[in-house]
């Protein structure tokens, strides 16, 4: 195995914020970052001290690892932009396959980390997963190795695996916090801040975290409670994309547990 020490993230977003933090805390060498967006790489350089550059041509090419932490669909043609032979280069997504890399260098992998990640805001390396795929059992090993460094949970998973993860990660993070958009918009309809759900929210998400949320599901759904129900799309009655979701939502909760009572 052979250690990953110098590195160079392309990207200036989200994820390129936190791993550049979480490495160099490490011990590891941030060589450069490689932008598009003047600002942002600039501010990055500012804060982390660390060369920021927006042309390709002043691109290291003696690192142990690329990082490309870029949007999904930009992937493909930055990595080939680089124009890598055979240095070690990886991607950041939960969706995108690894062979997205296919012809970019011949030493390619995935570090995906399975956390919403959002530049400044504070979280916690050590317990963040880290999945880890690579094009050969021994960059499997190198890309571990590296990952520990940061996370307590390092797994390698491939890109089927990977894109199930990804897609059960969307459900419960990205659809949430938009139902909780739709709570806040209801409560400031009606002058309530949205803070009044902050102990509901916390507890929910702590009691399906501790054990399993088949065992914590309540409300009017939960209860078959129609009169609750109907009420509840009445007060809706203005808002027909809200009420679309919550009918399908309350249905599929019943639905679900007449199934697993069923089963019991
Ligand atoms: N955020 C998360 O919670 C999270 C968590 C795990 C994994 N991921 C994955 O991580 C990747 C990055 O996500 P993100 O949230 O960090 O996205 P983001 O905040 O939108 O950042 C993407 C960055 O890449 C830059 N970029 C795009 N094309 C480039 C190019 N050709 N050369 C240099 N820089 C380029 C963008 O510049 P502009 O400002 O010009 O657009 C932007 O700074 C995605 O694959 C995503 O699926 C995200």
Known sequence: VKN??????IGSGNVAFHLIKAFSLKGINIMQILGRNKETTENLSRTFKIPGIT??????SDADLYILAVQDDQIHKTALDLG?????LVHTSGFSPLDLLDGTSTRTGVIWPLQTLTSGKKVDYRRIPIFIEGSSDGIEKDLSQFASLVSDKVVVARTAVRQQIHLA???????????YEISASILEKNGIPFSVLAPLINETAEKAARGHPSGSQTGPAMRRDMKVIGEHLELLGDEPAFREIYRLISENITHHHTKTNEKL
């Open 55 to 60: 042309n390709k041509h002043e691109l290291n």
């Open 169 to 179: 990660a969307v459900i419960a993070s990205n659809f949430t916090n938009h139902l």
């Open 84 to 88: 890598l032979k055979d240095q070690l």
């Open 4 to 9: 990953i020490k110098n590195i160079v993230i």
